[in-house]
Structure formats: C-alpha cells, structure tokens
C-alpha cells in the first residue's frame, strides 16, 4: 500500500512525534547559510552572482530583471493571461476587504483614543523556483502588499537558463515594482541588506525552501518576516459520507509538492480509511509527479488514520494544527467550529485545496510546522504597522490623574508621576 492506515489510539510516542513535531529541516543548513549571508552582506552583487554560479549553476547577466517581465507579461499565451489576471482580480478583492479603518472615539469624558493604520515602505517577496514554477506565488505574496500600499514591492525569484515566462508574467501583472534574478540564501541577504543592484526592504515574505528558511530566520532582527514555512502540509478530516476518491485527491496534489510534504486524511469510519487507502494507490499511477508523491506519501508525518470518534478526529487535527484542512463531512460547519488551529480551512467537497492555491481569493502563504496554533497565513495586515493616538481634555487627565501618579510612584518613577503633577497644578493655578 503506498500510504498506510493506522489507527489513532494505536500511534507510539515516534509516531505522534513525527505528526505532531514536523520540522522544516533549517538546523542542518543553518552555518553554511550564516556564511553566505555574511558574504552578501559584506561583498553585495559579487557575492550573489558567485553564490548563483555555484547553486544555481547559471552566470546571470542582469540580475534585475523587471523589464524582463513586463514582457512577458505582453507575449503569454492569451489563456494564462487571463488565468492571471482573475486570479489577481479575486485575490485582490478578498485582501481590500480585510483593510482596517483608522478610528477615533470618545471612551469617556475628555479621553479619546484611536488606532491608525500605515504600509510599511519597502518589502521583499520570495517566488520560488526549482522543480517547479510557481506563478501563484506570486500573486499571493505581491497583491496583498499592492493592496496595503506598500510603496515598493521588490521580488526575487531563482534564475535559469530560461526563466519561467508565466512566473514573470504574473510577477508583473501582481504589481512587482522590481524584480531580480536571485534565489536561495543570496536572495533573502541581499534583500534583507541590499546591494548594488537589489533595494533593501523592512520585510521579507514568501515561502522557500530550507536554504531560503534558514536565511530569513538568520536575517530576522534586521528585517521582518512573515514566519518560517516548511514542507506543505495538508490535513483532510471525512466521514462515512466523502467520497474517498475526493480524499484522496486532497492527500496526492499536496504530496506532489515537495517529497517531504505531510499529508494526513483522519476518519471515523474504519471502512471509509481503508477506501481512500485504495484510492490514493490508484491515483497515485496517472500523476506527473509520481516520484515526489510517492516520497511524501511514505514519510512518517503522513498516512491514513482512523479514529474511534469524530471528537477524536477533532483533537487530533486541533494537535496538528495543518496548513490545509479540508473538511468533507455531513456537518463540515459544526466540525469547523470545535477546531481553531489551521492555516486555511476548505469546506465541502466542491472547495478542493487548490481553489486557494490558484484563485479563490484567499492567501496560500500559510504557517506550517504547527505554527497555526499561534499565527494566521498571510494578509493586508502582514504589510501593515498601526499606531495608537489619544487626546485628554484637562478634565480627562484630572480623572486619571490620581491613578498615573498612584501607578507611577509605586513602581518608583517619580519623574512620570510629575509629568502629571505639573499639569494638574497649572490647571489647579489658572
């Protein structure tokens, strides 16, 4: 059998480690990357076209390559064009709609507060590359960066003999303001530092692999990031009433992504299990990508499990904490509401994962490695940094006026408490 089937309450102390621990893998790269982003940071462009000769095996000319893409952006194929551009379009509309208002408003008498929103300057998209191109990366990472109102979007996708004209074409019509032929380690130091040719940014985004991961974590402090994404990850809960040809089809697309992807189907129904067992063995023959799938299907973060309710199925997945969690059941509503941990959620068995890689609207930029427990997938708010504001009236400080200085003396601040003092005596005076 290509995935196995066990059951939940039969999982070792390895086995929920290897679900419930999955690691993105950056410790064992962590000191050559700590070397090539010094290099970069020291040396700029000569590092980075020597770092890409070595890993990339290609000698770039420009290394920008922003007029590059709005080319091909004019000569694809009228179909991708427009597969783009709707994808762009539905992104686009579901980010303006999670853009906050700045607000004031009057708490009580003669005390306003508010909270205002700004985009921050300059930011760094990372469009990976490699074994695959990845257009909707793209997208994904840009549009809601354009949406915010970042004022400088620059991006750096891996170079190659021939770029990949759908990814730049779409790195174009997203709204890339700059575009560099870099990847790896090189790309996220020149963007984190800046060098000759690549503008410095305040925050770096985009999924990568775990040369790429173990950079942004070694650049964080200098620069923002969004988080460190591993493998993709996808967990699928059924019932009796999915099709397990459906389920399986979730586990097979997230596998052929990388080969160390973590894929996971939990069911209540033995039978239900061992169906979409067979059914990932079927489908598994016809995909391009066999080699990959198998490779994920075997790892020990994925397989079939069977759980002895849905309440068991339900904690297992709230453990977990997926970046994809399909739910395909009678009830998927009342299932969605006993499970707060996920990257992003599909409902039903029309709304495949890929709705959300390609078009649907949502954000496929999304925490992994059980980082959904604390954070959510990529938004508006990722590119944006708020400000609080208040105003007091003289008869709003005389209020509070007791309560600072009471606060500011016992924790031995007594400059703080006359910051308070001298207003209240002038207005006491006038």
Known sequence: MTIDVQAISDLGPDDRAAFFERDAGIEAVRGDVRDIVDRVRTEGDVAVREFTSEFDDVEVGNIEITDECERAADEIDDSIRNAIETAVANVREFHEAQLPDDWQREFSEGRTLGRRFRSLERVGVYVPGGSAAYPSSAIMGIVPAVVAGVDHVSVVTPPADELNPVTLAA?????????????????????????????????????????????????????????????????????????????????????????????????????????????????????????????????????????????????????????????????????????????????????????????????????????????????VETFLRSTTVQRLSADGLADLGETITTLADAEGLEAHAASVRLRLDDETDR
């Open 171 to 379: 790195i174009h019509i997203a709204g890339a303001d700059a575009v560099y032929s870099v990847g790896g380690a090189q790309a996220i130091a020149g963007l984190a530092y800046g060098t000759e040719t690549i503008t410095s940014v305040q925050k770096i985004v985009g999924p990568g692999n775990k040369w790429v991961t173990a950079a942004k974590a070694e650049v964080h402090g200098d620069v923002e990031i969004d988080f460190l994404a591993g493998p993709s990850e996808v967990v699928v809960v059924a019932d009796e009433s999915a099709d397990p040809a459906l389920v399986a089809a979730e586990l097979v697309a997230q596998a052929e992504h990388d080969p160390n992807a973590s894929v996971v189907a939990v069911t209540d129904d033995e039978a239900t299990a061992e169906a979409v067992a067979a059914a990932v063995e079927e489908q598994v023959d016809d995909r391009d990508r066999e080699e990959i799938i198998r490779e994920a299907l075997a790892n020990d973060a994925s397989g079939v499990l069977h759980a002895r309710s849905m309440s068991e199925a339900i904690l297992f997945t709230e453990a977990y904490a997926p970046e994809h969690l399909s739910i395909i059941t009678d009830d998927d509503e009342s299932i969605l509401e006993r499970i707060d941990s996920a990257g992003s959620v599909f409902l039903g068995p029309n709304t495949p994962v890929a709705a959300g890689d390609y078009a649907s609207g949502t954000n496929h930029v999304l925490p992994t490695n059980g980082g959904a427990r604390v954070a959510g997938g990529l938004s």
